[in-house]
């Protein structure tokens, strides 16, 4: 009994992060994802991946094989659009230098935003 409760809450544990990893694989709006809780997940993965081949209790390790994966995929989809949002603030500051206007902090943060949705 104690080993099916181990094995089915590794499961429902492996569950968890897919639906954040789908949506940020198929949506460019990824304003209210939080690098930080996806860098602390990698750890975590990395952390039970380890224990569990140290002391040989798989089923405490199987989320890991599937969170940790789903936390890099959700940090490069987030660093993608770090890059896209700033290269296009980059063109903005161009285009209004040429037209001799300079751009405000202000209408950069509502460019970001609306890259950003």
Do not use: F
């Amino acid at each position: 009994m104690i080993e099916v409760l181990a094995w089915t809450g590794a499961a429902l544990s492996t569950l968890l992060g897919l639906p954040q990893a789908a949506r940020a694989l198929h949506s460019d709006r990824l304003e209210a994802l939080s690098p930080a809780t996806y860098w602390l997940t990698l750890a975590n993965a990395a952390v039970w991946a380890t224990w569990a081949i140290a002391t040989g209790h798989l089923a405490a390790g199987l989320p890991a094989l599937v969170n940790g994966p789903a936390a890099v995929l959700i940090l490069t989809r987030l660093a993608e659009a770090r890059r896209m949002c700033a290269a296009a603030l980059r063109k903005g500051a161009a285009l209004a230098g040429r037209a001799d206007e300079p751009v405000a902090a202000a209408d950069q943060a509502a460019a970001a935003s609306r890259l950003a949705t």
